[in-house]
Structure formats: C-alpha cells, structure tokens
C-alpha cells in the first residue's frame, strides 16, 4: 500500500509543479509530450499517474508495478466522479488545487490496511 500512496503523491508533486488540461503532459512551450518526458514542465491527473507510474518502474528494475497501480487507482476512484481520469481533469472549472487534493486524499485512503469483505 505504501508503494500506492507514494505514486498518488508523486503525481500530486508533479501536477503542483504544473497543471495541464486537454493534454497528459505540456513542454514549457505549450506543446504536448509524453508524460515521462524530459522536456514535460506541466501533467493533467492522467499524465502524472503516468509519469510517476515510470519513476517507480526505473527503480524498480524495469518492472512495472502492477499491483500499485491498482491500488492507487482504487483509491482515487473514490474522490473522481468520472469513469475518464482525463474527462474528470478537462472538466470545465477544474482547477489544479482541486486535482491536487484528489490525490492529497487518495494517498491517505491507499495507506490504509484493506478493509475484509462483509
């Protein structure tokens, strides 16, 4: 679970560095990159998922990390009224901070133990 709360929070830390709608990810120049791009200064909600998703596969070994993607997305469905991550982040009115305490909140609900089925 920590590994889940740790990529919430590193996509928090980068939509905090800069926040983009209609795109994963944005160069200083405007235009659309990858999100795991040198060159990307901003990421939509999708984008720094995705970014931060490539961080913890480099650190560990190249292996993608499945099970915390997992977890993290089950968190955060919890907070995004949309079945689109990036429907949710474009929605007319979002606002960073807005996408930022999404994932503030995500975070502490994936620290948590699993909860036994009723």
Avoid: K, Y
Avoid at 22 to 51: K, N, T, Y
Avoid at 55 to 74: F, I, S
Avoid at 81 to 100: F, P, Q
Wanted: hydrophobic share 50%; no cysteine; proline share 5%.
């Amino acid at each position: 679970m920590a590994r889940a709360a740790d990529l919430l929070l590193r996509a928090r830390d980068l939509v905090t560095a800069g926040w983009t709608q209609a795109a994963d990810a944005r160069a200083a120049d405007g235009h659309e990159v990858e999100p795991w791009a040198q060159d990307a200064v901003s990421w939509s909600l999708l984008g720094a998922i995705v970014a931060a998703l490539e961080e913890q596969q480099a650190r560990a070994g190249g292996e993608l990390p499945l099970a915390d993607l997992a977890a993290a997305l089950d968190a955060l469905a919890a907070f995004v009224d949309d079945d689109s991550l990036s429907v949710w982040n474009d929605r007319r009115g979002r606002t960073a901070r807005e996408v930022e305490a999404v994932l503030s909140r995500a975070a502490t609900v994936a620290t948590r133990p699993p909860q036994p089925p009723a």
